[in-house]
C-alpha cells in the first residue's frame, strides 16, 4: 500500500490510478508481456518501483504512449485527476 509521503509506488498500481488499465490484472498481463519501458529499460515485473520523474513508454492498443511521471496518486481517481499525475512526452 502507498502510504503518505512515499516516494515509490507499483508500476502495476500506478498504470491503474492513472487510467492506462482497467484493473491490476490488465496492468500486470501488459507489463508481463513486455509492453513497458521505465526510463528506457525493458521491464516485466508489474512490482517495479516508479518514482516522481521516471519515464515509461507504454505500448497500447492505441499507440505507443510516453510519459512523465510527475505525481505518485493514493488511489485511482477521475480522468481529469489522473491527466494531472503524467505529462505526455511523445
Known amino acids: ?11 502495476d498500481k500506478f498504470l491503474v490510478f492513472a487510467r492506462f488499465c482497467k484493473t491490476r490484472s490488465v ?6 508481456k ?4 521505465i526510463n ?3 521491464t516485466d515485473k508489474p ?3 516508479l518514482r516522481p ?17 510527475l505525481l505518485l496518486p493514493e488511489r485511482r ?3 481529469t485527476v489522473a491527466q494531472e499525475m503524467y505529462r ?3
Do not use: C, W
Request: proline share 6%; net charge negative.
Open 53 to 69: 520523474g521516471d519515464v515509461l513508454t507504454l505500448a497500447l492498443p492505441q499507440g505507443v504512449k510516453v510519459v512523465e511521471i
Open 27 to 32: 496492468a500486470e498481463a501488459l507489463v508481463e
Open 47 to 49: 512490482h517495479a518501483k
Open 1 to 11: 500500500m502507498n502510504e503518505p509521503g512515499a516516494d515509490t509506488l507499483r508500476l
Open 34 to 37: 513486455g509492453a513497458v519501458r
Open 77 to 79: 481517481g477521475s480522468a
Open 40 to 42: 528506457r529499460q525493458p
Open 88 to 90: 505526455e512526452i511523445q
